[in-house]
């Protein structure tokens, strides 16, 4: 009988502890070990989605992940991926392709349904592998969840994949919550977890050795190290909307160009954003739900939305609609990326109710053009020509709907192709697109500053390419992978 493929999840003590980074980096260690690795997450929820070369969505990390892994991303490394849509419901991507919207308490009844889907990607992964590190979702303390999991003990169980549960030290309450997820497993559950870790750690990592033998002595799991804080993975795009402060920075007043972006409610694809805010030329200020768009802004960036009828309604109602008009009556610049790009016409028509209730809303009015949602999704890569600039980009476009109107003359992308994509109102000052990732072109982030009298100083690719390698530097230095490879070699 064939040997299984070693395998390793990394399941957290709760959301944001960090899994989706130390995956990533422990994909850029073992391949750096020349080992082929694959990354895997049974079920994602985000709405920073990417698309994989054959037209596919999975999650943003899992794409980070297998760049990290130096292979491409493919559908099967992220099977079910859930975009919130409200605070109940969701639109269920199985196997890249859009499977509908289902209610929390819905899904929640027919999440076993995917299972089969799931293991089934999980072999197309394994097949070629040396090494499979899956991310898990969430926690498995969600005992409340547990019922039909597909995302944590479910899947490791079906699977039969061993685990290692990581903590976030820098939350505080860390041996409690290693501890307190023991407790509440069931003890084949408890089990299957074959050490823990401890991530974000501040300081001297020897202060918390008493701390490692105090969750050893209570769960019986061995500690595979403390791992400290590591500013540089800044540069990594981040999964959750909870991240998006993460690169705001003061500038200096003198030397910089104010971009302020709305935080819409359903905000997607934010990863837009990552270039700028890592520019030392630019003061990235992400406006909170309450608070007015600043007035001495010179660039507005609408971004990408899960759902563009009642992020259009969100927006209004904090007042961002009128400082939106005042700023362009001041003659300041606007930019709306998919879908802030619609909300920007003078319509948005859902004839067959594919956000919610069939009818037509109107738009900001900024630029002449209306959309029509339509239940038919685009994803697929995109490159092409920023017009003005004539300079390359590359990018993704993940959206439904189409967008048309007179200002579409003059768009601001012609792709591959000769197809032109997106609007320029006559003045100039107001534009948009369906590109996701723009600004991770250096070319065209350059020449897009330099039409503000700012210079890029940074090569994003680059940056991010230097922040996986010292990721990976860092996890071998602290933790114990040789340990963590045995693990999953013994699966």
Known sequence: MKARVPALMIQGTGSNVGKSTLVAGLCRAFARRGLAVRPFKPQNMSNNA???????????????QA????????????????????????QVIVQGQRRGTLRARDYGARKAELMPAVLDSFARVSAGADLVLVEGAGSPAEINLRAGDIANM?????????????????????????????????????????????????????????????????????????????????????????????????RSPAQRV?????VI???????????????????????????????????????????TIG??????????????????RRGGAILGLCGGYQMLGRTIADPEGVEGPQGTVEGLGLLDVSTVLTGDKVTEPASGIHLSTDTGITGYEIHLGRTDGPDCRRPLLRLEGGRPDGATSPNGRVAGCYVHGLFGSDAFRRAF???????????????????????????????????????????
């Not at 990417?50 to 980070?64: F, M, N, S, Y």
């Not at 892994?69 to 969701?90: C, F, Q, R, W, Y």
């Open 311 to 328: 992020d259009l309604a969100f927006l209004r109602a904090q007042g961002w609609d009128i400082d939106l008009l005042a700023h362009s």
């Open 154 to 250: 479910g899947f490791a169980a079906a699977a039969d994949v061993p685990v290692v549960l990581a903590g976030d030290i820098d939350r505080g309450g860390v041996i409690a919550s290693l501890v307190g997820t023991h407790a509440v497993l069931e003890p084949a559950e408890r089990d299957r977890i074959k050490g823990f870790l401890v991530n974000k750690f501040r300081g001297d990592v020897r202060l918390f050795t008493e701390g490692e033998l105090a969750i050893s002595e209570r769960t019986g799991w061995p500690s595979l190290g403390v791992l400290p804080w590591l500013p540089q993975t800044a540069w990594l795009p981040a999964e959750d909307a909870i991240d998006l402060d993460r690169q705001t920075r003061a």
């Open 258 to 262: 104010k971009v302020a972006v709305p």
């Open 50 to 64: 990417a698309v994989t070369a054959d037209g596919g969505e999975i999650g943003r990390a899992q794409a980070v």
């Open 67 to 90: 760049r990290a892994a130096g292979v491409p991303p493919s559908i099967h490394m992220n099977p079910v991926l859930l975009k919130p849509e409200t605070d109940t419901g969701a």
């Open 449 to 491: 500053l330099a039409g503000f009298g700012m210079r890029s100083e940074i090569a994003y690719e680059a940056q991010v390419e230097a922040a996986l390698d010292a990721l990976a530097e860092h996890v071998e230095a602290h933790l114990d992978l040789s340990r963590m490879l045995e693990i999953a070699q013994a699966r």
């Open 265 to 307: 409610s359903r905000i997607a694809n934010f990863d837009d954003l990552d270039p700028l805010g890592m520019e030392p030329a630019v003061e990235l200020v992400l406006v909170p739900p309450g608070q007015p768009l600043p007035g001495d802004a010179h660039l507005v960036i609408l971004p990408g939305s899960k759902s």
